[in-house]
């Protein structure tokens, strides 16, 4: 039973167009939700994280805008790129099992040039 | 950030044999290692918690005799996969965390096939 739910699967987009990834939980108990990116054959890597104290973060081209009443949170890659054609998880903790990540689906981005 | 790595990054096995993959924290002491398994186009899926000097907690439904974990230093944990199957063909990734981080850190992978 996947606790953290991500939409779409997959998603394509132009080059220079806005990708956006959503992920929705149930548990109340979560309190920190990383976002990975991982390519074909490596190991996923930190993109950006947020805790529900804050409603959005952005570093560069990376956003999440988090929802604390819903329950949802989002990835918003601006000016897509090529090279971000790539398979992005979102994720959740909670304080008690620091570290224990509890990962969506995934969602297979393609960016075409 | 910090570096996780793994070794072997491939291995190939016959069936029934066991199979030993290490992790390493390089640049910090990873008080807490996690080991996951990603079957392809699939998410990733806790196997097990392991801390320095004490015994790994398993996920429901992951055998702990067939998935010895070791965190024997601040630095080193290892995975041995036993009397392996082909079912157990899979992508197998660390992480840790620690020095003081709350970001945890992952390793690039190991690749398992069991002939």
């Known amino acids: 039973q996947q606790q953290v739910k991500q939409s779409p699967q997959s998603l394509i987009v132009q080059k220079g167009g806005i990708s956006i990834i959503n992920c929705a939980y149930e548990n109340t108990a979560f309190d920190y939700f990383p976002w990975y990116q991982q390519f074909p054959g490596k190991g996923p890597a930190l993109l950006i994280a947020i805790r529900p104290d804050v409603s959005e973060k952005k570093e560069g081209r990376f956003t999440i805008s988090f929802n604390k009443s819903a329950k949802q949170f989002s990835l918003h890659i601006m000016d897509s790129q090529p090279g971000d054609s790539a398979t992005y998880f979102c994720a959740a903790s909670m304080a008690d099992s620091w570290g224990k990540l509890q990962f969506g689906a995934g969602t297979q981005v393609v960016v075409t040039p | 950030g910090a570096v996780v790595s793994q070794h072997p990054s491939r291995v190939i096995c016959k069936s029934g044999t066991s199979v030993k993959i290490e992790c390493r924290s390089l640049?910090?002491?990873?008080?807490?290692m996690f080991w996951y398994r990603q079957f392809p186009k699939q998410s990733l899926m806790l196997m097990a918690t392991?801390?320095?000097?004490?015994?790994?907690?398993?996920e429901q439904g992951v055998e702990k005799d067939k998935f010895l974990i070791n965190h024997a230093s601040l630095t080193l944990s290892t995975l041995t996969v036993t009397s392996a199957h082909p079912e157990d063909s899979s992508f197998y990734i660390c992480?840790?965390?620690?020095?003081?981080?709350?970001?945890?850190?992952f390793g690039p992978g190991t690749r398992l096939l069991v002939l």
């Open positions: 392991s801390n320095e000097g004490s015994k790994a907690t398993y």
């Open positions: 992480s840790a965390i620690g020095g003081g981080r709350e970001t945890q850190y």
């Open positions: 640049d910090f002491q990873a008080t807490t």
